[in-house]
């Protein structure tokens, strides 16, 4: 079955920098477009992220254009999310996608 486990959250001080990593098991994964997506506390999940099958196309919300970088390594089955110039309002847990199947989630909080 489809696993997917997200780390490398964490508390951050607005401006810094984190990288998120999702290591995936029980498909293919190097023929599947993932995703990250990420939830507030108190509001709906929102899409941040997406790249397709062979890593040479990626897309993102507008509000994180620029600061954040996803990225893939088909070989090691993992993706990953690059987050710089953090500000407070990326505070939530974020989560990596297959279709409707996601992680448990990483807390990325972002405060001074």
């Known amino acids: 079955q489809v696993q997917l486990v997200e780390s490398g959250g964490g508390l951050v001080q607005p401006g810094g920098s984190l990288r998120l990593s999702c290591a995936a098991s029980?498909?293919?994964?190097?023929?599947?477009?993932m995703s990250w997506v990420r939830q507030a506390p108190g509001k709906a999940l929102e899409w941040v992220s997406d790249i397709n099958e062979d890593g040479d196309r990626s897309f993102y919300r507008a509000s994180v254009q620029g600061r954040f970088t996803i990225s893939r390594d088909n070989a090691k089955n993992m993706l990953y999310l690059q987050m710089s110039s953090l500000k407070p309002e990326d505070t939530a847990v974020y989560y990596c996608q297959k279709g409707m199947s996601r992680g448990q989630g990483t807390q990325v909080t972002v405060s001074s």
């Open positions: 029980g498909f293919t994964f190097a023929n599947y477009r």
